[in-house]
Nanobody, 115 residues
């Protein structure tokens, strides 16, 4: 099991940047797949970015070139650097990890981008 706590959300103007953090309650060194998802009002939750233990990354087309996912195993933390934010990036952002016994989610952090 693992507990995940996201932080770093907030209200920003379009074009600005935010960095989200996801702190895990245990070592993430052996966790292969970690990711960030988001859910906007009235929409389904969608994958934003993922990273493997080998630091292979993947991104949703809508955020490629603007968002960067990274992980710091020493700090048990996954980050999402978000640049050039757009109003359509407004959503609750969730951290996710996949363990042998299932998927785990954080409580989410709200990101609101004003135009």
């Amino acid at each position: 099991q693992v507990q995940l706590v996201e932080s770093g959300g907030g209200l920003v103007q379009a074009g600005r940047s935010l960095t989200l953090s996801c702190a895990a309650s245990r070592s993430i060194f052996s966790i292969n797949t970690m990711g960030w998802y988001r859910q906007a009002p009235g929409k389904q939750r969608e994958l934003v970015a993922g990273i493997t233990s080998g630091r292979i990354t993947n991104y949703a087309d809508s955020v490629k070139g603007r968002f960067t996912i990274s992980r710091d195993n020493a700090k048990n933390t996954v980050y999402l650097q978000m640049n050039s934010l757009k109003p359509e990036d407004t959503a609750v952002y969730y951290c996710n990890v996949r363990l042998p016994d299932g998927y785990y989610w954080g409580q989410g952090t709200q990101v609101t981008v004003s135009s």
